[in-house]
Structure formats: C-alpha cells, structure tokens
C-alpha cells in the first residue's frame, strides 16, 4: 500500500493538453488547399490591396505634380544642378479633397455623375434586351446557327480601342457612313459631336456593339440549362410562344440575369476608353463621365495624384453600395448570392 501510495504521489498531475485553435484545425485539415490560395492572396495584395490602400491614403493629402518633389531642381548658367528645398511639399489634407469635390468647388462630380448613370442605365438595358432576343433566337433550331453564333460574337473579340476608332469614323462629319446615307436620303449632315445627347449616343451605339455579345453568350449558356421538359409540356398545355418565354424562360434565366445585370452595371459604370476615345468628352466636357474625369484630374494639366484618387474612393463607394441594395434586392426575392 505504502509503495502505491508513494508511486501516485511522485507521479506528474494530469495535465489536459488545451483543444487547437479554430485556425489550427483548419489548418491541419486543409493545409494543401490554404498552400494552393497562397500564391493567389500574394498576387491580389501586390496588384489590388496595396494600390487600393495608396489610393485611399493619397485621397486623404494634397498631393499633385507640382508639389510631390521633397527638393525642387534646376541647372544654373555653369550647367550644374541646383537643388532648393520644395518650400510647399504635399501633406495630409483630410477630407478637404471630398468636401471640394461634393461641393463643386473642384470639377464637376454631380453633372458627372449624372451622365454616368444615365450612359450605364441605358447601355445595360440595351445589352440585356438585345442580347436576351438573339440567346432566344440562337437557342433554336435553325440552319447556319453556328455561323451566326461566330459572327455575333465577334464584335467581342475586337479590342475596345479599335471598334472606338472604327465607330468615331462612322460618325464622322463629313467622312462618315452615318451622314453618307442621310445625304442619301436627303437629309443634311449632323454634327454628332456637337451637341451632348448625339455625343453621348455615338458612345451607347459604340457600347452596345462591344457589349451585346456577352450578354447574348451569358443567357445563351442560361438557357441551355433550362430542362426542355418544361417546354414540352407547355407546348402540350396549348401554351404560346409568348406565354412559354414568360412562364419558363425568364423565371429560368433569374439566376444568369441577376449575375450579368451587376456585372454589365459595374463594367459599363467604369467603361473608360470609350467616352476617352469616341467623344473624347465632347462638347466642351458635356459627355465625361466619372472614370473620364479622375482620368484629366490625374493625368492632364498640373497632375493632381490626390483629386483623382478621391475621384477614384467616390466611384467605389458609389459601386459598393449599389452592390449592396442590389443583393439584398435579390435575397427578397428568394434568389440566393
């Protein structure tokens, strides 16, 4: 007894090893997977966070070109190099960048803004509508339905840049297509770039062409998911056309449409070389829009880093929110995202 006794007394206290950490379980679970993301994470914070970060810190100070230099340098009549100390160097403003540009003091953000929602409702709405009649059209049998599948997909695979060129010509004044067959019916030649509305059209129609193809691939892939029973069986019902595209159709495409009406929203919202290229803002500024105008802030005149970077935080926000309402729009409506 004495030696049981003895050997439980110099025995060490159980001690109970404290559970992993949540992480750690992960971690031990996963770790192939946590290994594979890494290289990506690494990626997304050289080329996304960290200028996303400068972005939002230069948005908070006055920097611009003329006061970014610590040392302003010039070359005296020797041809050496003189350096003074910059006497106005670039500082933390605070929020006197956002509260110059809500107001109006600096550029013109509301009228800007404006025919940014103005160009992004009516392309996207032009975009899906279109696109939604030739997926229908495609999704049917018909002869050269391949063909025609090629060709309208090809206005997506011509660079941005070259269909904004070939469509600045095709408006042109006095060299254009557009004009050519106006004064072939009879009818004087307009000035596309004169006024706001037909500048701002020229844009759309160029938009439309670069983005209906898209759209159309999208609902078209949506459409083939649709089981054919359902048809069938409407068909067999004496159900329309009309009737079926309504009751089976878009009910089947929801999910496709909610995804592609953000997505076009958000690409067409910061859709920069086409206002850059084919208006090129005209008349006088009339047709700029956000990203056109953080643009000329950043990169024309006297270069102001911070404007544009302000510019830049307010066109975020302004998708983040819309992102936002948008899928709480859906979760009402039972569509999960």
Known sequence: MRTVTAAAASAPPDR??????????S???????????????????????????????LSFTNLNEANQAA????KSITGSQVCDENPNPWEYAGLDNYVRVLTGQVGQFWEWTGITLIWTFVGVACHYGLGLGLAVMLNRPMRGRGLYRVLLVLPWAVPAFVSAFAWKFIFNERFGLVNSVLAAFGIDPVSWFADRW???????VTNVWLGVPFMMVALLGGMQT???????????????????????????????????????TIWT??????????????PAGQTEILVTGAYRAGFEGIRNYS??????VLILSILLVFSVFYRRALRKQGEVW
Not at 45 to 53: K, Q, S, T
Not at 198 to 204: D, K, M, V
Not at 241 to 251: E, K, N, S, Y
Not at 269 to 281: D, Q, S, W
């Open 16 to 25: 109970r090893t404290a559970p992993p950490s949540r992480l750690r379980r």
């Open 27 to 57: 971690w031990d679970r996963n770790w192939y997977a946590w290994a594979m993301v890494l290289p990506v994470v690494i990626v997304l914070a050289v080329l996304i966070f960290y200028p996303l970060g400068r972005g939002i810190w």
């Open 71 to 74: 040392e302003i340098c010039t």
């Open 198 to 204: 037909t500048s701002l059209f020229t844009a759309i």
């Open 226 to 264: 649709i089981p054919g029973e359902l048809y069938e069986a409407a068909e067999i019902d004496g159900a329309s056309p009309w009737q079926r595209f309504r009751a089976i159709t878009l009910p089947g495409l929801r999910p496709t449409s909610m995804t592609v009406i953000l997505l076009g």
């Open 269 to 282: 919202f910061n859709l920069f070389p086409i206002i850059f290229l084919v208006t090129e803002g005209e």
């Open 307 to 312: 404007l544009a970077s302000t510019y830049g």
